[in-house]
Nanobody, 122 residues
Framework: QVQLVESGGGLVQPGGSLRLSCAAS????????MGWYRQAPGNQRELVAT???????NYADSVKGRFTISRDNAKNTVYLQMNSLKPEDTAVYYC????????????????WGQGTQVTVSS
């Protein structure tokens, strides 16, 4: 059974940095796009950043220039480096991945991590 396990959240002061990690474990064939989403209290879940298997990236306007998404395909891991954090970045951050379990000719399935809390406060 495939699982996405996140780590790296916590409490940080405004202007500080955090690095989130998300590792896929279990039996799988390949991982297509991976990404990070976030959900603040009372808000809908929103896209933060995505990265394709080839390394192409996409960012929400609110994080461009401050956050960097990257991945290590050999480790089935995606990272989110967050710099210049603001109080409005406070949210639960979720990892997302589009995973082929059996081969490229089979359908891919979407998986979500359990979420990790990021709090930006002085």
């Amino acid at each position: 059974q495939v699982q996405l396990v996140e780590s790296g959240g916590g409490l940080v002061q405004p202007g500080g940095s955090l690095r989130l990690s998300c590792a896929a474990s279990g039996s799988l064939f390949s991982i297509n796009a991976m990404g990070w989403y976030r959900q603040a209290p009372g808000n809908q879940r929103e896209l933060v950043a995505t990265i394709t298997s080839g390394g192409s990236t996409n960012y929400a306007d609110s994080v461009k220039g401050r956050f960097t998404i990257s991945r290590d395909n050999a480790k089935n891991t995606v990272y989110l480096q967050m710099n210049s954090l603001k109080p409005e970045d406070t949210a639960v951050y979720y990892c997302n991945a589009d995973i082929n379990l059996y081969g490229s000719s089979w359908p891919a399935y979407e998986y979500w991590g359990q979420g990790t809390q990021v709090t930006v406060s002085s």
